[in-house]
Nanobody, 123 residues
Framework: QVQLVESGGGLVQAGGSLRLSCRYS????????MGWFRQAPGKEREFVAL????????DYGVSVNGRFTISRDNAETTVILQMNSLKPEDTAVYYC????????????????WGRGTQVTVSS
């Protein structure tokens, strides 16, 4: 059984940075494509980033490209989302997702999700 636990959220001023972590437990971590999504109040869930099984390929949502960086440590079974140049519109609950299928992650249909961590960016 796969479990995902996010951490690192909080309150930050616009222009600041936060580093989110997603700790994975369960079957072989390196078999899973990992992703981050976010959902703001009253809005649909939005794709943020994903990373391939070996970390060699990444993909980002348009609104975060160039500001956020996703990485993974397969030895530590952790995926990191480094968020820089934060904007108030980045305020949302951020969720970690895992699937063995890249397209499933990319389209928000992963089988495994964490409970989320709140990120609030003040202006």
């Amino acid at each position: 059984q796969v479990q995902l636990v996010e951490s690192g959220g909080g309150l930050v001023q616009a222009g600041g940075s936060l580093r989110l972590s997603c700790r994975y437990s369960g079957r072989t971590f390196s078999s899973y494509v990992m992703g981050w999504f976010r959902q703001a109040p009253g809005k649909e869930r939005e794709f943020v980033a994903l990373i391939s099984r070996n970390g060699g390929a990444t993909d980002y949502g348009v609104s975060v490209n160039g500001r956020f960086t996703i990485s993974r440590d397969n030895a530590e079974t952790t995926v990191i989302l480094q968020m820089n140049s934060l904007k108030p519109e980045d305020t949302a609950v951020y969720y970690c997702a895992a699937s063995t299928n890249t397209l499933t992650v990319r389209h928000g249909r992963a089988e495994n999700w964490g409970r989320g961590t709140q990120v609030t960016v003040s202006s």
